[in-house]
Structure formats: structure tokens, C-alpha cells
């Protein structure tokens, strides 16, 4: 209860924030992650990084979690459903969408900002989902990009993912303000997507860990 009480407390000022200001152990050897597909990996990372200047925001993450590489795919690849699940995400209508490729018209809010904008999903199943936006006018861009390999040797239902999120304001005020609700932004996103895979999948076969990259 304590826990609970304490998070609902830093939910409660991350909104209070925003509202005033702009209005480990694993075993690495479990693990099977293909040499080429870490390749793979490394050049995307690569790319995303050679973008980041001083007022570019970026995180990078890798987590084992308890679902399997095509049922965490399947739940970030469900763009026009974002809005039913994914915090900020008011709507998230698809207007293009072909077997790896689509368009989405996205509207993010919080007091007093409602923006919309429209995102570039690329998909390689079950592998990657990546979107990008350009033509908002709160960014110069918004990138997020997430990247599922095989888990546990011994447990299909499990994968590592690798989850990278980089957005850079217009706005010099908000690239500053940015930096105080940055991390809970963060933290929002990724448990939102682990929390709607428990509702269509049930419990997960074991607890999410947090890996070193």
C-alpha cells in the first residue's frame, strides 16, 4: 500500500508539474539474441544517437518481459487503438496502412496543450515497430522506435525489448520545462503498453526485469 500511495504521488505532482509550467540480477547467458540481429540493432541505435544535440531529449531501455516476442509487437503495433490505453494519447486514428507500413493522425493532451500531428509507422514483424512525426508544430521530431528479440532459451513467452523514445520541443521554454517530466513521460509509456498486454494476455509467466545495455 505504501508503494502504491507513493506512486499515485508522483503521478499526482508529474500532473501538477505540467499543469503549472505550461499552462538486476539476470544471467546474460539465458538470454539468445542473434549476432546478426544485434547488428542490426546496433546500426539503428547508432542512427537514432547521431541526432542528439542539446535540445533533444532521448531515452533508451532494454527489459525481459514475460510475454512473447509477437504478443508485444502485436500491442505496440496497434496504433489506432493507442488512444484506448497509452497515457497523453487523446486520439489515434490509422489513414494509410499497408503489410508493413502506415500512417496514424495522433492527438497528444495535457492541460493546456492539445496537439495534433501525424506518425510514420514502419512495422517488420515480429521484430520492430518504428514511428516518427515530423510535421508537428510542439517538435521538431518525435521518434520512438522498439526493437523485440528472443528471451529465455528455455520459454517462448518471453522477450527482451529494447525501446528507445527521442523528441526535440520547438519551443526553447519547453525543452527546458521538458526536463521535469521527461523521466515519468518515460516511465508512463512503457508501463502502459506491459499493463494492456496483461488485459489481452493475461498475467505474464514472470516479472519484467530491467537489463543493462
Known amino acids: 500500500m505504501r508503494r502504491k500511495g507513493r506512486t499515485t504521488l508522483i503521478s499526482a505532482r508529474f500532473f501538477h508539474i505540467i499543469q503549472k509550467c505550461i499552462k538486476h540480477a539476470l544471467i546474460l547467458t539465458q538470454l539468445t539474441l542473434p549476432w546478426k540481429y544485434d547488428f542490426f540493432k546496433w546500426n539503428l541505435w547508432r542512427m537514432y544517437r547521431t541526432r542528439a544535440n ?39 486514428e490509422i489513414t494509410l496502412k499497408t503489410k508493413d507500413f502506415l500512417k496514424a493522425n495522433l492527438v497528444i493532451g495535457f492541460p493546456p496543450i492539445n496537439e495534433n500531428y501525424t506518425s510514420t509507422v514502419t512495422t517488420v514483424y515480429p521484430r520492430l515497430v518504428k514511428a516518427e512525426c515530423k510535421d508537428g508544430r510542439l517538435f521538431h521530431h518525435l521518434d520512438t522506435l522498439w526493437l523485440f528479440s528472443p528471451g529465455l532459451k528455455n520459454n517462448l513467452e518471453t522477450c527482451v525489448i529494447d525501446f528507445s523514445l ?48
Do not use: W
Request: proline share 2%; hydrophobic share 35%; glycine share 4%.
Open 166 to 213: 527521442s523528441f526535440e520541443f520547438k519551443s526553447t521554454i519547453y525543452s527546458h520545462l521538458s526536463n521535469l517530466f521527461f523521466n515519468e513521460i518515460v516511465r508512463q509509456m512503457e508501463n502502459a503498453f506491459l499493463e494492456e498486454a496483461v488485459k489481452r494476455y493475461g498475467q505474464p509467466c514472470l516479472k519484467t526485469v530491467r537489463l543493462q545495455r
Open 54 to 92: 542539446h535540445k533533444t531529449k532521448e531515452y533508451e531501455g532494454r527489459k525481459l518481459v514475460g510475454f512473447s516476442m509477437e504478443k508485444m509487437y502485436y500491442v505496440v503495433a496497434d496504433v489506432g487503438n493507442y488512444k484506448n490505453f497509452l497515457p497523453f494519447c487523446k486520439k489515434s
